[in-house]
Protein backbone atom coordinates (compact mmCIF):
# COMPACT_ATOMS: atom_id res chain seq x y z
CA UNK A 1 0.00 0.00 0.00
CA UNK A 2 1.08 3.55 -0.44
CA UNK A 3 1.58 5.29 2.92
CA UNK A 4 1.72 8.50 1.68
CA UNK A 5 -1.92 8.44 0.05
CA UNK A 6 -3.51 6.37 3.19
CA UNK A 7 -2.08 9.63 5.17
CA UNK A 8 -3.35 11.47 2.90
CA UNK A 9 -7.02 9.83 2.90
CA UNK A 10 -6.95 10.29 6.66
CA UNK A 11 -5.65 14.09 7.09
CA UNK A 12 -9.02 14.76 4.61
CA UNK A 13 -11.38 12.47 6.39
CA UNK A 14 -10.97 14.21 9.39
CA UNK A 15 -11.44 17.53 7.66
CA UNK A 16 -14.82 16.22 5.92
CA UNK A 17 -15.96 14.94 9.48
CA UNK A 18 -15.91 17.96 10.74
CA UNK A 19 -17.16 20.15 7.70
CA UNK A 20 -20.29 17.64 7.55
CA UNK A 21 -20.91 17.54 11.10
CA UNK A 22 -20.92 21.46 11.56
CA UNK A 23 -21.89 22.33 7.62
CA UNK A 24 -24.44 24.82 9.17
CA UNK A 25 -21.63 27.62 10.49
CA UNK A 26 -19.69 26.90 7.47
CA UNK A 27 -16.30 25.78 9.24
CA UNK A 28 -13.64 28.23 7.88
CA UNK A 29 -10.54 26.87 6.03
CA UNK A 30 -8.36 27.89 8.91
CA UNK A 31 -11.05 25.30 11.20
CA UNK A 32 -10.52 22.48 8.33
CA UNK A 33 -6.43 22.75 7.98
CA UNK A 34 -6.35 22.89 11.62
CA UNK A 35 -8.33 19.40 11.81
CA UNK A 36 -5.99 18.06 9.36
CA UNK A 37 -2.81 19.85 11.33
CA UNK A 38 -1.52 21.50 7.91
CA UNK A 39 -1.51 24.66 6.99
CA UNK A 40 -4.41 26.93 5.20
CA UNK A 41 -2.09 26.70 2.06
CA UNK A 42 -0.75 23.01 1.86
CA UNK A 43 -4.56 21.78 3.16
CA UNK A 44 -6.20 23.86 0.23
CA UNK A 45 -4.04 22.41 -2.41
CA UNK A 46 -4.11 18.85 -1.34
CA UNK A 47 -8.02 18.62 -0.54
CA UNK A 48 -8.58 20.32 -4.16
CA UNK A 49 -6.11 17.83 -5.75
CA UNK A 50 -8.09 14.87 -3.80
CA UNK A 51 -11.35 16.08 -4.55
CA UNK A 52 -10.98 18.14 -7.79
CA UNK A 53 -13.14 20.99 -5.92
CA UNK A 54 -12.52 23.31 -3.16
CA UNK A 55 -13.32 22.30 0.33
CA UNK A 56 -15.96 25.04 0.50
CA UNK A 57 -17.89 23.65 -2.83
CA UNK A 58 -16.90 19.85 -1.68
CA UNK A 59 -19.19 21.01 1.59
CA UNK A 60 -22.19 22.02 -0.21
CA UNK A 61 -22.28 18.33 -1.67
CA UNK A 62 -22.97 17.15 1.75
CA UNK A 63 -25.74 19.47 2.64
CA UNK A 64 -29.30 18.24 3.70
CA UNK A 65 -30.52 19.67 0.82
CA UNK A 66 -28.28 18.58 -1.62
CA UNK A 67 -29.34 15.19 -0.79
CA UNK A 68 -33.09 15.70 -0.77
CA UNK A 69 -32.57 17.18 -4.61
CA UNK A 70 -30.58 14.79 -5.57
CA UNK A 71 -33.01 12.06 -3.91
CA UNK A 72 -36.01 13.89 -6.22
CA UNK A 73 -34.32 14.62 -9.38
CA UNK A 74 -33.05 11.10 -9.64
CA UNK A 75 -34.12 8.63 -12.36
CA UNK A 76 -36.53 5.73 -11.25
CA UNK A 77 -34.16 2.85 -10.52
CA UNK A 78 -35.65 1.07 -13.94
CA UNK A 79 -36.20 3.86 -15.97
CA UNK A 80 -32.04 4.43 -14.85
CA UNK A 81 -31.88 1.03 -16.38
CA UNK A 82 -33.87 1.03 -19.60
CA UNK A 83 -31.84 4.37 -20.35
CA UNK A 84 -28.86 2.57 -20.21
CA UNK A 85 -29.53 -0.56 -22.69
CA UNK A 86 -30.09 -2.62 -20.17
CA UNK A 87 -31.78 -5.88 -20.38
CA UNK A 88 -32.10 -6.26 -16.99
CA UNK A 89 -30.26 -6.40 -13.68
CA UNK A 90 -26.39 -7.34 -13.45
CA UNK A 91 -24.40 -4.58 -15.04
CA UNK A 92 -23.55 -1.14 -13.69
CA UNK A 93 -25.39 1.53 -14.91
CA UNK A 94 -22.18 2.78 -16.84
CA UNK A 95 -21.30 -0.68 -18.09
CA UNK A 96 -17.71 -1.26 -16.73
CA UNK A 97 -18.85 -3.66 -14.14
CA UNK A 98 -20.26 -7.50 -14.93
CA UNK A 99 -21.45 -9.92 -11.84
CA UNK A 100 -22.42 -13.18 -11.60
CA UNK A 101 -24.77 -14.45 -8.34
CA UNK A 102 -24.95 -17.32 -7.00
CA UNK A 103 -26.79 -19.02 -3.70
CA UNK A 104 -24.97 -20.25 -0.58
CA UNK A 105 -26.58 -23.58 -2.06
CA UNK A 106 -25.69 -23.07 -5.96
CA UNK A 107 -21.71 -22.00 -4.96
CA UNK A 108 -21.70 -25.47 -3.57
CA UNK A 109 -22.13 -27.14 -7.03
CA UNK A 110 -19.16 -25.10 -8.31
CA UNK A 111 -16.94 -27.39 -7.24
CA UNK A 112 -13.87 -28.17 -4.82
CA UNK A 113 -10.50 -26.60 -4.68
CA UNK A 114 -11.32 -22.54 -5.78
CA UNK A 115 -8.65 -20.37 -4.78
CA UNK A 116 -9.00 -16.92 -3.19
CA UNK A 117 -6.04 -14.90 -3.47
CA UNK A 118 -6.15 -11.25 -1.50
CA UNK A 119 -3.86 -8.18 -1.31
CA UNK A 120 -3.93 -5.42 0.34
CA UNK A 121 -4.06 -1.83 -1.81
CA UNK A 122 -4.71 2.00 -1.14
CA UNK A 123 -7.90 4.15 -2.37
CA UNK A 124 -8.54 7.04 -2.42
CA UNK A 125 -10.76 6.67 0.32
CA UNK A 126 -8.37 4.58 2.59
CA UNK A 127 -6.63 1.19 2.06
CA UNK A 128 -9.01 -2.02 1.32
CA UNK A 129 -8.55 -5.51 1.11
CA UNK A 130 -9.39 -6.71 -2.41
CA UNK A 131 -9.70 -10.68 -3.03
CA UNK A 132 -10.73 -12.87 -6.17
CA UNK A 133 -11.93 -16.45 -7.02
CA UNK A 134 -9.58 -18.16 -9.23
CA UNK A 135 -10.39 -21.33 -10.42
CA UNK A 136 -11.21 -23.22 -13.99
CA UNK A 137 -14.78 -22.60 -13.06
CA UNK A 138 -15.10 -19.28 -11.31
CA UNK A 139 -12.55 -17.18 -12.94
CA UNK A 140 -10.63 -14.31 -11.50
CA UNK A 141 -14.03 -13.03 -10.64
CA UNK A 142 -14.05 -10.34 -8.01
CA UNK A 143 -15.32 -11.68 -4.38
CA UNK A 144 -14.60 -8.46 -1.66
CA UNK A 145 -13.25 -5.60 -1.79
CA UNK A 146 -13.42 -4.38 2.00
CA UNK A 147 -12.12 -0.99 3.34
CA UNK A 148 -10.23 -1.33 6.06
CA UNK A 149 -10.01 0.37 9.87
CA UNK A 150 -7.51 1.04 12.37
CA UNK A 151 -7.48 -3.02 13.79
CA UNK A 152 -8.59 -4.95 10.91
CA UNK A 153 -7.22 -7.88 10.15
CA UNK A 154 -7.46 -8.45 6.93
CA UNK A 155 -7.12 -12.12 6.49
CA UNK A 156 -9.85 -12.96 9.48
CA UNK A 157 -11.41 -10.65 6.88
CA UNK A 158 -11.49 -12.67 4.27
CA UNK A 159 -11.64 -16.04 5.71
CA UNK A 160 -15.46 -14.61 7.44
CA UNK A 161 -16.35 -13.77 3.87
CA UNK A 162 -15.32 -16.60 2.14
CA UNK A 163 -14.78 -19.69 4.36
CA UNK A 164 -14.79 -22.51 2.19
CA UNK A 165 -12.06 -21.60 -0.08
CA UNK A 166 -8.67 -21.71 0.40
CA UNK A 167 -6.74 -18.52 0.82
CA UNK A 168 -3.72 -16.89 -0.45
CA UNK A 169 -1.89 -13.72 0.03
CA UNK A 170 -0.80 -13.13 -3.46
CA UNK A 171 -0.96 -9.03 -4.42
CA UNK A 172 0.53 -9.11 -7.62
CA UNK A 173 -2.20 -12.11 -8.93
CA UNK A 174 -5.00 -9.00 -8.42
CA UNK A 175 -3.04 -6.23 -8.56
CA UNK A 176 -4.08 -5.70 -12.58
CA UNK A 177 -7.88 -5.67 -11.02
CA UNK A 178 -6.64 -3.37 -7.87
CA UNK A 179 -5.30 -0.85 -11.28
CA UNK A 180 -8.74 -0.40 -12.75
CA UNK A 181 -10.94 0.18 -9.45
CA UNK A 182 -8.91 3.16 -8.02
CA UNK A 183 -5.59 4.11 -11.17
CA UNK A 184 -2.59 5.49 -9.90
CA UNK A 185 -3.77 9.08 -9.98
CA UNK A 186 -7.02 11.03 -9.64
CA UNK A 187 -6.76 12.16 -12.96
CA UNK A 188 -6.75 8.67 -13.87
CA UNK A 189 -10.04 8.40 -11.94
CA UNK A 190 -12.09 9.84 -14.11
CA UNK A 191 -11.06 7.22 -17.44
CA UNK A 192 -13.25 3.70 -16.76
CA UNK A 193 -11.45 0.88 -16.80
CA UNK A 194 -9.75 -1.09 -19.99
CA UNK A 195 -12.26 -3.92 -19.58
CA UNK A 196 -15.26 -5.05 -17.63
CA UNK A 197 -14.59 -6.61 -14.17
CA UNK A 198 -16.18 -9.73 -13.27
CA UNK A 199 -17.98 -10.04 -9.73
CA UNK A 200 -18.95 -13.04 -7.96
CA UNK A 201 -21.56 -12.46 -4.80
CA UNK A 202 -22.69 -15.05 -2.49
CA UNK A 203 -26.20 -14.27 -0.86
CA UNK A 204 -29.96 -15.06 -0.24
CA UNK A 205 -32.08 -14.84 -3.37
CA UNK A 206 -32.82 -11.49 -1.49
CA UNK A 207 -29.96 -10.36 -0.97
CA UNK A 208 -28.89 -11.00 -4.51
CA UNK A 209 -31.92 -8.83 -5.78
CA UNK A 210 -30.79 -5.83 -3.38
CA UNK A 211 -27.12 -5.59 -4.56
CA UNK A 212 -28.29 -5.79 -8.16
CA UNK A 213 -30.76 -3.02 -7.68
CA UNK A 214 -27.61 -0.85 -6.49
CA UNK A 215 -25.87 -1.43 -9.39
CA UNK A 216 -28.69 0.60 -11.33
CA UNK A 217 -27.90 3.81 -8.77
CA UNK A 218 -25.97 6.02 -11.35
CA UNK A 219 -22.31 7.45 -10.00
CA UNK A 220 -24.10 11.43 -8.70
CA UNK A 221 -27.26 10.22 -7.58
CA UNK A 222 -28.78 9.02 -4.84
CA UNK A 223 -31.91 6.54 -3.60
CA UNK A 224 -33.51 5.64 -0.36
CA UNK A 225 -34.01 2.29 1.21
CA UNK A 226 -37.54 2.62 0.15
CA UNK A 227 -36.98 3.05 -3.17
CA UNK A 228 -34.36 0.05 -3.29
CA UNK A 229 -37.23 -1.71 -1.83
CA UNK A 230 -39.71 -0.71 -4.53
CA UNK A 231 -37.32 -1.28 -7.09
CA UNK A 232 -37.25 -5.27 -6.32
CA UNK A 233 -40.87 -5.16 -5.66
CA UNK A 234 -41.19 -5.27 -2.48
CA UNK A 235 -41.92 -2.27 -0.95
CA UNK A 236 -42.94 -3.36 2.52
CA UNK A 237 -39.28 -4.46 3.39
CA UNK A 238 -36.82 -1.34 3.41
CA UNK A 239 -35.69 -2.71 6.93
CA UNK A 240 -34.65 -5.83 5.31
CA UNK A 241 -33.42 -4.00 2.66
CA UNK A 242 -30.92 -1.83 4.93
CA UNK A 243 -29.55 -4.84 6.33
CA UNK A 244 -29.20 -6.36 2.52
CA UNK A 245 -27.23 -3.23 1.93
CA UNK A 246 -25.04 -3.83 5.11
CA UNK A 247 -23.80 -6.89 4.66
CA UNK A 248 -22.59 -5.45 0.78
CA UNK A 249 -19.37 -7.72 0.49
CA UNK A 250 -18.15 -5.78 -2.51
CA UNK A 251 -17.44 -2.06 -1.22
CA UNK A 252 -17.59 0.92 -3.45
CA UNK A 253 -18.01 -0.97 -7.22
CA UNK A 254 -21.47 -2.13 -5.62
CA UNK A 255 -22.39 1.43 -4.58
CA UNK A 256 -24.40 1.16 -1.35
CA UNK A 257 -22.64 4.04 -0.44
CA UNK A 258 -25.20 5.93 -2.91
CA UNK A 259 -28.41 5.24 -0.51
CA UNK A 260 -29.49 7.22 2.20
CA UNK A 261 -32.45 8.08 4.13
CA UNK A 262 -35.91 9.41 2.61
CA UNK A 263 -34.81 12.30 5.12
CA UNK A 264 -31.80 13.27 3.20
CA UNK A 265 -29.83 12.05 5.83
CA UNK A 266 -26.66 10.19 5.03
CA UNK A 267 -27.12 7.27 7.62
CA UNK A 268 -24.77 4.56 8.44
CA UNK A 269 -22.33 2.76 6.00
CA UNK A 270 -20.19 -0.62 7.03
CA UNK A 271 -16.64 0.99 6.30
CA UNK A 272 -17.39 4.18 8.50
CA UNK A 273 -20.19 7.33 8.06
CA UNK A 274 -16.86 9.62 7.08
CA UNK A 275 -16.02 7.12 4.03
CA UNK A 276 -19.65 7.21 2.49
CA UNK A 277 -19.36 11.16 2.75
CA UNK A 278 -16.18 11.10 1.33
CA UNK A 279 -16.91 9.07 -1.42
CA UNK A 280 -20.44 11.30 -2.15
CA UNK A 281 -18.72 14.09 -2.31
CA UNK A 282 -16.19 13.35 -4.68
CA UNK A 283 -18.66 11.57 -6.81
CA UNK A 284 -20.67 14.49 -6.97
CA UNK A 285 -17.60 16.76 -8.12
CA UNK A 286 -16.45 14.11 -10.64
CA UNK A 287 -19.83 14.43 -12.10
CA UNK A 288 -20.40 17.77 -12.18
CA UNK A 289 -17.12 18.53 -13.90
Not at 140 to 150: G, V
Not at 187 to 196: G, I
Request: net charge neutral; with cysteine.
Amino acid sequence: MNTNSTYTYQQIAQAIEHLTTNFRDQPSLSELAEKANLSEFHFQRLFTEWAGVSPKKFGQYLTLEHAKTRLRTGAPLTDAAHDAGLSGTGRLHDLFVSIEGVTPGQFKQLGSGLTLSYGLFDSPFGPYVLGAINATSVADKIALLHFLSDGDEPEMIVKTAWPEVALRYEPASVQSLANQIFPATNVALNTKPAQQLPILLRGSAFQLKVWEALLKIPEGQLASYDQIAEAIGQPTASRAVGTAIGSNPVGYLIPCHRVIKKTGLFGGYRWGVERKQAMLGWEAARVEK
